[in-house]
């Protein structure tokens, strides 16, 4: 069974930067694209970023663009959000997700990180 566990987040100012970890077990890590969702109070959770298999591909809401990179690293079956010139709108519990490259569907998950940003 794949397990998700992310790590990374916080309290930072605007304008400050973090940058969120995932680390993936249970399963070959290269077999499966990644993304980071989140979901802020009261509101639906969001796609964030995504990455395939490979590192080669990658994909990003429209908000994040310019400010966020995902990357990965086969080796050590993680995968990374750098989060930089953050705003107090990207407050949210963010959550790593894992999906078979060869499914549309995400179907694993983590327990999500706190990121809160202050004005």
């Known amino acids: 069974q794949v397990q998700l566990v992310e790590s990374g987040g916080g309290l930072v100012q605007a304008g400050g930067s973090l940058r969120l970890s995932c680390a993936f077990s249970?399963?070959?890590?290269?077999?499966?694209?990644m993304a980071w969702f989140r979901q802020a109070p009261g509101k639906e959770r969001e796609f964030v970023a995504t990455?395939?298999?490979?590192?080669?591909?990658?994909n990003y809401v429209d908000s994040v663009k310019g400010r966020f990179t995902i990357s990965r690293d086969n080796a050590k079956s993680t995968v990374y959000l750098q989060m930089n010139s953050l705003k107090p709108e990207d407050t949210a519990i963010y959550y790593c997700?894992?999906?078979?490259?060869?499914?549309?569907?995400?179907?694993?998950w983590g327990q999500g990180t706190q990121v809160t940003v202050s004005s």
């Open positions: 997700a894992a999906r078979l490259e060869v499914v549309n569907e995400y179907h694993f």
């Open positions: 249970g399963r070959t890590f290269s077999n499966y694209a």
């Open positions: 990455i395939n298999w490979s590192g080669g591909s990658t």
